[in-house]
């Protein structure tokens, strides 16, 4: 999908955003995300390993939260701060320097956000900022549930947002538990009805509730979007 149709409340109506692409699976799970914060509208958010900003972004949009994104690399730093320079936001927006896995922050968060590393024990490529990007060498699954442990608030609404890789799903699942978080909301992702699913979204609390599990395929037997795909995106697309 092209990244110059994406809008932010129509704020830069045909503006590339700064750094990387935009792509589905990250615009997807921003909104699903933002959709579920809007309904609990939580005071304070991290958005771990943020990158160049886009799922703060979309959070922002849809709750008067205040959101710290985090970040280790860089370059994405520094398009992650011209992309909330840019929006309507910026006051409600910050940018923290630092390793996940070593920071340790004074306050809590009522909620936390992740769009982690997809890749594992596969080939990767010449291009390091990418890698970083796309492969687990910098954040473990590991090092996200002891941030999300350390930083979370304790009250009956913190909770972890996640997408990943469908496959890993269980694993994630597992390993939340050693940290006593408990999965409260699954939404499988697919291309279309006919395809696997290829990604899950999920939502951990430190309490433990009745699970919620849905399904969404980005595209429908005719190759055009979904009806649900459309209404999650409405509001950041300006193609719908």
């Given at each position: 999908?092209?990244?110059?149709i994406?809008?932010?409340?129509?704020?830069?109506v045909?503006?590339?955003?700064?750094?990387?692409?935009?792509?589905?699976?990250?615009?997807?799970?921003?909104?699903?995300a933002?959709?579920?914060?809007?309904g609990?509208?939580?005071?304070?958010?991290?958005?771990?390993?943020?990158?160049?900003?886009?799922l703060?972004?979309?959070?922002?949009?849809?709750?008067?939260?205040?959101?710290?994104?985090?970040?280790?690399?860089?370059n994405?730093?520094?398009?992650c701060?011209v992309?909330?320079?840019?929006?309507?936001?910026?006051?409600?927006?910050?940018?923290i320097?630092?390793?996940?896995?070593?920071l340790s922050?004074?306050g809590?968060?009522?909620?936390?956000?992740?769009?982690?590393?997809?890749y594992?024990?596969?080939?990767?490529?010449?291009?390091?900022?990418?890698?970083k990007?796309m492969?687990?060498?910098?954040?473990?699954?590991?090092?996200?549930?002891?941030?999300?442990?350390?930083?979370?608030?304790?009250?009956?609404?913190s909770?972890?947002?996640?997408?990943?890789?469908?496959?890993?799903?269980?694993?994630?699942?597992q390993?939340?538990?050693q940290?006593?978080?408990?999965?409260?909301?699954?939404?499988?992702?697919?291309?279309t009805?006919?395809?696997?699913?290829f990604?899950?979204?999920m939502?951990?609390?430190?309490?433990?509730?009745?699970?919620?599990?849905?399904?969404?395929?980005?595209?429908?037997?005719?190759?055009?979007y979904?009806?649900?795909?459309?209404?999650?995106l409405?509001?950041?697309?300006?193609?719908?």
């Amino acid at each position: 999908m092209p990244s110059d149709i994406f809008s932010f409340q129509q704020f830069s109506v045909r503006q590339r955003f700064a750094g990387m692409k935009v792509c589905t699976d990250s615009c997807l799970f921003g909104a699903w995300a933002a959709a579920f914060f809007s309904g609990r509208n939580p005071g304070t958010i991290a958005d771990l390993g943020t990158g160049t900003g886009l799922l703060a972004l979309m959070v922002a949009q849809r709750c008067d939260s205040s959101i710290s994104g985090i970040e280790i690399d860089e370059n994405a730093l520094k398009d992650c701060e011209v992309n909330f320079r840019a929006s309507p936001w910026q006051e409600r927006l910050a940018l923290i320097r630092g390793d996940a896995r070593t920071l340790s922050l004074p306050g809590k968060f009522d909620a936390i956000i992740c769009n982690p590393p997809f890749y594992s024990n596969v080939l990767q490529g010449n291009d390091v900022s990418r890698t970083k990007a796309m492969h687990t060498v910098t954040l473990a699954p590991e090092d996200m549930f002891a941030f999300a442990k350390r930083h979370l608030a304790g009250n009956s609404e913190s909770s972890f947002a996640i997408m990943l890789p469908f496959y890993r799903m269980e694993e994630f699942i597992q390993l939340a538990s050693q940290y006593h978080l408990h999965v409260r909301e699954i939404c499988k992702v697919r291309q279309t009805p006919k395809h696997n699913y290829f990604r899950a979204m999920m939502i951990f609390s430190l309490v433990q509730s009745r699970l919620r599990e849905s399904d969404i395929s980005i595209k429908d037997d005719g190759d055009r979007y979904s009806e649900s795909f459309r209404n999650l995106l409405k509001d950041y697309y300006l193609l719908f």
